[in-house]
């Protein structure tokens, strides 16, 4: 039976997050944002600054009847470092922690027991950092930040950090691409 659900992810920052979902199979919208801090509707230039414990995420709509949650969070945790702290390569600050905000308990559990086997396999051979909270506050990024890497492909930073996740999601998952 088909079933839309909303799952936010943060991963660093959003233009490469985002850029890999829109391309796996049964997710029907992929939106960059921010979730999860004390400001009301904050801007990019406000999620910035590190004061407002906003992070920067994806909010994904998928259909349950095409893939599950566990595959978007192995995707997830291919795509980015879940090891590192409030960063993401050279993006730093509060706003690039890695975290899974979830909006249903069937959720919650499918996320706790991969962050359980992730930490009893050491598949990372660090500690893996991942927040896992519910979903408390989304508001919207900004349209520019709305489908950057699609519209931006030869964009520097594109080019260096959102393209080769994109690559890597093809390669390792090209049974869940679009």
């Known amino acids: 039976m088909s079933e839309s659900?909303?799952?936010?992810l943060g991963g660093g920052c959003f233009w490469c997050t985002e850029s890999v979902?829109?391309?796996?199979?049964?997710?029907t919208d992929v939106e960059s944002g921010y979730c999860n801090g004390q400001a009301a509707r904050p801007s990019y230039e406000d999620v910035c600054t590190g004061r407002t414990g906003c992070n920067e995420?994806?909010?994904?709509?998928y259909d349950t009847a095409v893939i599950g949650t566990r595959q978007l969070l192995e995707i997830f945790f291919v795509i980015h470092d879940p090891t590192t702290p409030n960063r993401q390569g050279?993006?730093?600050?509060t706003q690039y922690r890695?975290?899974?905000?979830f909006t249903t308990d069937e959720q919650r559990e499918v996320a706790q027991a991969l962050l359980?086997?992730?930490a009893r396999d050491n598949a990372f051979g660090r500690p893996v950092v991942t927040e896992l909270l519910p979903l408390a506050h989304y508001w919207p990024a900004e349209d520019y930040h709305q489908d950057f890497f699609e519209r931006n492909p030869h964009q520097g930073y594109c080019m260096a950090v959102a393209?080769?996740?994109?690559?890597?999601?093809?390669?390792?998952?090209a049974r869940l691409a679009k």
Not at 5 to 8: A, Y
Not at 21 to 27: I, L
Not at 163 to 173: D, G, W
Request: no cysteine; charged share 30%; net charge positive.
């Open 57 to 61: 995420v994806v909010k994904l709509v």
């Open 21 to 27: 979902f829109k391309e796996v199979r049964g997710v």
């Open 163 to 173: 393209a080769p996740k994109v690559a890597k999601f093809r390669k390792t998952f």
């Open 90 to 93: 050279n993006d730093t600050g």
């Open 5 to 8: 659900q909303t799952l936010v």
């Open 116 to 118: 359980d086997e992730l």
């Open 98 to 101: 890695s975290g899974i905000y």
